[in-house]
């Protein structure tokens, strides 16, 4: 069967399989439940009594209600409907109906969902099989605490296409010339590279004619799977983490630490500038990214240049992991078959 699983079968706009950003550490709080989309699932997170993160899927397994609308009681999470209660565990302990104390019949149980904690974000396993073992990261990325200033929001614009836009730097002289001015058109000394599955990205933005306002521009990028980016660029280190919510919105987190600041001024900076380019997406890329025409993910029908090397990289670890994903998949099946003919 693994004959069948080509490179041609493979298209940018498939998911890729691995660990994903889906909460921020400090939006999950102990005494209630938050209902997310991720990955196109529901899903209602809350903390334990021990602290650690529960998730599972964000319906009630009576009659469907949303228990992300439900209240935390006696460290278990309740359905706002008919009070049925679910443990960490996802354990059903009690239908009020039946009276406390009452068995609870099979089949109430809630399928807990695999999450990890790690560097200040929740982390979901997707893809078949057993889940890597560490998170993704960049070396170099900021961690959470005083010093690091983060946001997040839901935007309405398909996951893929930001990430094509995380990747292109060449667009900031032409469609964010009023809101990050003093920007060349020029990329120089660019270089793009793959090390142990990171894309590395650097360059200098230059005007054509210098002068007085018209100076280089540096930026330094680091892009891993799924879709984590690090950004050095205007005084502050950039971290993007992105999740799909479904075929037409995404999750964005990021993170901002000021570069050679002290923790007090970098923070109060990094919120300002934090506002300021979460604004440049909504006024200015947004616009872009769902007037464009093809696909979101393929890249098939482009034309690109130099100055796209990063974002064909990107594309091309990405078709690998869907390959290595789906070649995993098949030997699981295989495996079950032979299993079952045994």
Request: aromatic share 10%; glycine share 10%.
């Amino acid at each position: 069967m693994n004959e069948q699983i080509s490179d041609a079968s493979v298209t940018g706009a498939q998911d890729v399989p691995g660990w994903y950003p889906i909460a921020a550490s400090g939006g999950v709080v102990k005494r209630k439940p938050i209902g997310i989309k991720r990955l196109g699932q529901a899903l209602v997170l809350w903390r334990a009594d021990d602290g650690r993160v529960v998730c599972v899927p964000d319906r009630c397994s009576h009659r469907a209600a949303a228990l992300s609308a439900g209240k935390i009681r006696g460290g278990c999470l309740e359905c706002p409907y008919h009070g049925l209660r679910f443990d960490a565990s996802g354990r059903c302990v009690l239908i009020p109906a039946n009276g406390v104390g009452a068995a609870v019949p099979q089949g109430f149980d809630l399928h807990p969902i695999n999450v990890r904690e790690e560097h200040g974000i929740i982390w979901y396993w997707y893809g078949e099989g057993e889940p890597a073992r560490e998170v993704p990261w960049i070396p170099g990325a900021s961690e959470p605490g005083f010093g690091a200033a983060e946001y997040w929001y839901d935007a309405a614009v398909p996951y893929l296409r930001i990430v094509e836009n995380l990747a292109d730097f060449h667009h900031f002289p032409i469609l964010h010339k009023t809101m990050i001015p003093g920007i060349g058109t020029r990329m120089d000394e660019m270089d793009a590279h793959v090390e142990n599955k990171i894309v590395v990205f650097s360059a200098t933005m230059r005007y054509e004619k210098p002068g007085a306002l018209r100076r280089d521009a540096k930026i330094k990028a680091s892009f891993t799977l799924p879709a984590i980016a690090l950004i050095e660029f205007g005084g502050f280190y950039v971290n993007y983490f992105l999740c799909p919510i479904d075929d037409h919105s995404c999750w964005v987190f990021g993170r901002y630490r000021g570069v050679k600041m002290p923790d007090l001024i970098a923070h109060a900076v990094g919120k300002l500038a934090a506002r300021y380019d979460r604004a440049i997406f909504m006024l200015q890329d947004r616009h872009v990214l769902l007037a464009q025409g093809d696909a979101p993910g393929d890249l098939s029908h482009f034309k690109l240049y130099p100055a796209d090397r990063a974002l064909a990289l990107l594309w091309g670890l990405r078709k690998q992991a869907i390959l290595e994903g789906r070649r995993s998949g098949t030997e699981l099946q295989n495996d079950a078959a032979a299993a079952a003919a045994g």
